[in-house]
């Protein structure tokens, strides 16, 4: 981040916390005119430091009581197996996030469900039947102390 300034980096953190905020209530927020602050997010956004924007929607009124974290491991450590799981896995929509980890586990997953039920037999029924996968282990969320939060800017 060496080439971002500090106006740079209060737009970067206003959009963080209000995706959908106007430019002209960003450039109020960072102190900047409108048309600076609109050629500033411009050019963050064509050099990459702004993925995408969305919308953050709430798992608890679209029925979605359960959060899942799932350690899998493989018993062949096969490239070509790899690559099909990582791609199933792309296409599962209750599977918000999939990571290739070192330690125990080949990957940890995090899972959504309505309830144990329909995680039981998602597990059952989908993920178990994954190329490669040999074993799997299930830590439940108790509760949520902090959801993905904003990534830190300094």
Request: hydrophobic share 40%.
């Amino acid at each position: 981040m060496p080439d971002l300034d500090k106006l740079d980096r209060a737009i970067l953190a206003a959009l963080q916390t209000d995706g959908r905020m106007s430019n002209a209530r960003l450039a109020e927020v960072v102190g900047l005119s409108e048309t600076p602050c609109a050629r500033r997010l411009k050019r963050l956004e064509s050099d990459g430091y702004i993925d995408h924007y969305r919308a953050v929607l709430s798992r608890p009124a679209l029925g979605l009581g359960v959060i899942a974290f799932v350690y899998v491991r493989f018993a062949v450590h096969d490239r070509a197996v790899a690559t099909r799981f990582e791609r199933e896995v792309q296409a599962i929509s209750r599977i918000l996030s999939c990571h290739n980890v070192s330690g125990s586990a080949d990957y940890i997953l995090q899972v959504v469900a309505r309830d144990l039920d329909d995680y039981g037999t998602f597990m059952r029924d989908q993920l178990r039947s994954l190329p490669g996968v040999t074993s799997v282990e299930s830590s439940l969320s108790l509760r949520e102390v902090k959801a993905t939060g904003p990534l830190p800017l300094s």
